[in-house]
């Protein structure tokens, strides 16, 4: 991407440029505002699209403990998000083993 050639970035950038920024995936940067560790400039709805600060993404990307706290929180999220779902696959098992709609094709 090209903002990371920039000479110097812009003031506020999108969600898509803090998580080029922060080296994360783009999805990852609500999960992380839910979580309060990611701060949007302003007051935004819900819906409503999301700006950061430059500069406190650099000083982010440059603080190996708040990077810790990320991951930590990114994995426990996505291992909290993966066991629900494999809850509800294994509610949908036939008693072969089989799930639901392998039992439909199979009929």
Known sequence: MSLLNLRRLPARVT?????????LQENDIPILVR???LKPLGNPAPNAHKYFAACQ??????DPDWLGKVTARLSRYWRHKNKRKTKSDG???????????FATQAA
């Not at 993404?57 to 440059?62: D, P, V």
Request: charged share 15%; hydrophobic share 55%; aromatic share 0%.
């Open 15 to 23: 969600v898509m440029e803090a998580a080029v920024i922060l080296g």
């Open 35 to 37: 979580a309060g560790l």
């Open 57 to 62: 993404m650099e000083q982010l990307s440059a």
């Open 91 to 101: 509610a949908a098992r036939d008693e072969s083993g089989q799930g639901a709609a």
